[in-house]
């Protein structure tokens, strides 16, 4: 698993404790990398039971929703970059890039929803394959999206 599967796992992981493993590092930077070490335990989660992770989603309370899971690394990350996880920017992989909607899961957890425009059209950011293309330099294709990341600070809720 890669790209956009292994944020969103990660994003599930670190927010959801009902549906991350027990994993028994608690600091590995990058913080994705937790996770792909041995020693996870999965004994308390659900295995290939779709109706079961909605169903335990769907009665969460607001405070088992982890809204700042990376506080307890507040004293690894920089202080500018402490609000960056409610920044609503693009998140990079080589080529892959995905937006990353802080602003979009409010409601669901109790707390006041802005009226949102639709979400950004990505079918062409979806659309680009690994089997062409393998020698781009993603700096150059992606600069626009690099660039709103590089000013993340103007975008954080």
């Given at each position: 698993?890669?790209?956009?599967?292994?944020?969103?796992?990660?994003?599930?992981?670190?927010?959801?404790?009902?549906?991350?493993?027990?994993?028994?590092?608690?600091?590995?930077?990058?913080?994705?990398?937790?996770?792909?070490?041995?020693?996870l335990n999965f004994s308390k989660v659900l295995h290939n039971d779709i109706e079961g992770y909605r169903n335990t989603i769907d009665h969460m309370m607001v405070q088992?929703?982890?809204?700042?899971?990376?506080?307890?690394?507040?004293?690894?990350?920089?202080?500018?970059?402490?609000?960056?996880?409610?920044?609503?920017?693009?998140?990079?992989?080589?080529?892959?890039?995905?937006?990353?909607?802080?602003?979009?899961?409010?409601?669901?957890?109790?707390?006041?929803?802005?009226?949102?425009?639709?979400?950004?059209?990505?079918?062409?950011?979806?659309?680009?394959?690994?089997?062409?293309?393998?020698?781009?330099?993603?700096?150059?294709?992606?600069?626009?999206?690099?660039?709103?990341?590089?000013?993340?600070?103007?975008?954080?809720?």
């Amino acid at each position: 698993m890669g790209g956009c599967a292994l944020l969103l796992q990660n994003w599930a992981w670190y927010r959801l404790s009902c549906v991350a493993p027990d994993a028994p590092s608690a600091w590995i930077f990058p913080l994705a990398q937790r996770f792909n070490y041995g020693g996870l335990n999965f004994s308390k989660v659900l295995h290939n039971d779709i109706e079961g992770y909605r169903n335990t989603i769907d009665h969460m309370m607001v405070q088992e929703f982890r809204w700042r899971p990376y506080l307890r690394f507040q004293h690894e990350v920089p202080e500018q970059e402490i609000n960056t996880w409610a920044a609503c920017t693009y998140l990079h992989y080589y080529h892959i890039v995905e937006k990353h909607h802080a602003d979009r899961v409010a409601l669901q957890f109790g707390f006041h929803q802005q009226i949102l425009q639709p979400p950004e059209d990505m079918t062409l950011y979806h659309e680009i394959d690994m089997r062409r293309g393998i020698d781009d330099n993603w700096s150059v294709v992606w600069k626009d999206e690099i660039q709103h990341w590089n000013e993340r600070q103007n975008y954080i809720l």
